[in-house]
């Protein structure tokens, strides 16, 4: 068992094995075998308690249907399944899909930081600029006279739906 | 990334507030092709995110990239030209239309279109009852903006062109003054520059350009005898020398490079699917392709170790280029055939330019 403990000083016990899905991790307990328990303590101080508690959610799930079995040998239907499992999971604002991807980021969990950036580049998919702008918090900067030469009219860009 | 993400008044503006830009980049590139005007239009940020080569790389380094087709075609009851922007769908055996960009120029014949990277480049022509022109348009595909870049050195319409090691070639072509008959233009777009040189030929008649290994072919045709023959130029030395004429032979319908090879088709009688052989200096005819799927005039695409017979309104066939390359029977050879459009039908296709991001 080990223990993480987060910037707001929640702690958090989880099993090694589980713990393993975070590479960065992995490597500290790789570097600290057969030294005292209070090793076994590990400080991730960039992330909120809400973040870890996400994190270990997710990770509980993959330890339960480890990735390399996921591919050889899951049933169709266990995949679609825990598809729909990561979906849901993934389902929630841009702010916790940003901390998220920073910590799979910095405790280096490459499924969770790739489905998590998918799924920001998902919410961009099939939606006006005006709400992907809105959406990211992101201020156009675009001055009048620029939006009206730079951003290409619709002109410019003529969507045929009846052609798709 | 920093100078491109820099605000005005030099403070930092992040892509996605709340994340680290080499991470907002990973999220952006992902996003599928067809969303990328949208994200063009978000922000000034996107936009030069969008533009940028860490944006490319990115795309290509994860293998998101995709390929559209970049179709010049003229609506023959409109008398207008168009770019029409397509993507081949092997599965389903169709060309799905993605958008119609209108061209800045739309009435005028003649034009050469280029593409180096990810621009595309419209060159010259002439309008209905007017003289060569020497405007020179870039369509950036990657952020959807048309721009005008520097003038060719001459006016020309329905001359010869080529791209070859990211520049492109002009010469011959009417509408030229009776000054420099034999000047060849060639434009660097990284400097926005055109150098006019004497062209290093010491005829006029150059008919085609193929760009193919490296090196600039140049296919001849004397107007007196109609006697082909061919050259090379070697771009990096700037010589040009003469080369087996045979390659000419077959070289003056639509020809495509892939797989380092040269295809070639014939429509004088059928439709002769061939390629060159360097190491026989001959063509080799590989087998004829169906009249019916791909109606002629047809153009030749390379792109994805395939070669691309494209017929009137997009009717296609598909041919494996490496297969060919490799010996394969032509049995084996015509992997697909993508069916014609009847909504563009009416449509004559004058360039096919594929462009990948």
Redesign the interface.
């Known amino acids: 068992m080990i223990t993480l403990i987060s910037s707001d000083k929640r702690k958090f016990h989880v099993l090694e094995e589980v713990a393993n899905q975070s590479l960065t991790i992995r490597d500290v307990i790789e570097d600290r075998r057969g030294r005292r328990r209070a090793d076994r303590i590990i400080l991730v101080t960039n992330i909120n308690s809400k973040i870890p508690e996400k994190v270990i959610v997710y990770w509980l799930r993959h330890f339960l249907m480890p990735e390399e079995i996921a591919h050889a040998s899951m049933s169709h239907k266990k995949a679609e399944k825990l598809k729909k499992w990561e979906a849901k999971f993934f389902d929630t604002d841009?702010?916790t899909l940003?901390?998220l991807?920073?910590a799979a980021?910095s405790l280096d969990i490459p499924s969770l930081f790739d489905g998590a950036?998918?799924k920001?580049?998902d919410i961009?998919?099939?939606?006006?600029?005006e709400e992907?702008?809105e959406i990211?918090?992101?201020?156009?900067?675009?001055t009048h006279e620029?939006e009206e030469e730079?951003?290409?009219s619709e002109?410019?860009?003529?969507?045929?739906n009846?052609?798709? | 990334m920093d100078s491109m993400s820099m605000?005005t008044d030099g403070t930092h503006?992040p892509i996605?507030?709340?994340?680290?830009d080499e991470?907002s980049l990973?999220?952006?590139a992902?996003?599928?092709r067809c969303?990328h005007?949208?994200?063009?239009?978000?922000?000034?940020?996107?936009?030069a995110l969008l533009g940028s080569q860490e944006f490319l790389q990115t795309r290509q380094k994860y293998n998101w990239q995709e390929t559209w087709v970049y179709a010049l075609c003229k609506d023959n009851s409109k008398w207008n030209t168009m770019l029409c922007v397509l993507e081949p769908q092997l599965s389903t055996r169709s060309w799905?239309?993605i958008?119609?960009?209108?061209t800045p120029c739309p009435k005028r014949d003649g034009m050469a279109v280029e593409t180096v990277g990810e621009r595309l480049y419209l060159l010259g022509g002439c309008g209905l009852g007017e003289n060569a022109t020497d405007d020179v348009y870039c369509y950036n595909t990657s952020i959807?903006?048309?721009e005008r870049v520097a003038p060719m050195p001459m006016a020309r319409c329905y001359f010869v062109s080529a791209s070859l090691d990211n520049k492109l070639f002009v010469t011959s072509g009417l509408g030229l003054t009776d000054l420099s008959p034999n000047s060849w233009d060639v434009y660097d777009p990284s400097s926005n520059t055109w150098h006019s040189h004497k062209n290093p030929m010491l005829t006029s008649d150059i008919v085609k350009f193929i760009a193919f290994d490296g090196k600039l072919y140049t296919i001849h045709k004397t107007a007196w005898n109609n006697v082909r023959f061919a050259g090379v130029y070697h771009p990096s030395m700037q010589i040009w020398h003469g080369t087996k004429n045979e390659i000419a032979r077959q070289a003056l319908g639509p020809t495509a490079v892939v797989c380092g090879s040269l295809f070639s088709l014939d429509e004088n009688c059928g439709k002769k699917f061939m390629m060159w052989r360097e190491e026989s200096g001959s063509w080799d005819t590989l087998g004829r392709l169906s009249d019916q799927l791909a109606k002629p005039p047809c153009l030749l695409l390379g792109m994805d170790q395939k070669v691309y017979v494209v017929g009137k309104g997009f009717g296609t066939i598909v041919v494996f280029a490496d297969k060919a390359v490799n010996g394969a029977g032509m049995g084996v050879l015509v992997c697909n055939s993508l069916c014609p459009?009847p909504?563009l039908m009416d449509l004559s296709i004058l360039s096919c330019h594929s462009v990948t991001i």
Request: proline content about 7%; charged content about 25%.
């Open positions: 841009i702010d940003n901390d991807i920073l980021d950036c998918e920001v580049s961009l998919k099939n939606r006006s600029a992907v702008g990211s918090k992101i201020e156009n900067e675009f620029e730079e951003i290409p002109n410019a860009w003529v969507w045929r009846e052609f798709a | 605000d503006v996605i507030p709340g994340l680290p991470i990973l999220c952006l992902r996003v599928p969303h005007f949208t994200i063009s239009c978000v922000s000034k940020t996107w936009r799905k239309v958008c119609i960009v209108p959807f903006h048309w459009r909504d």
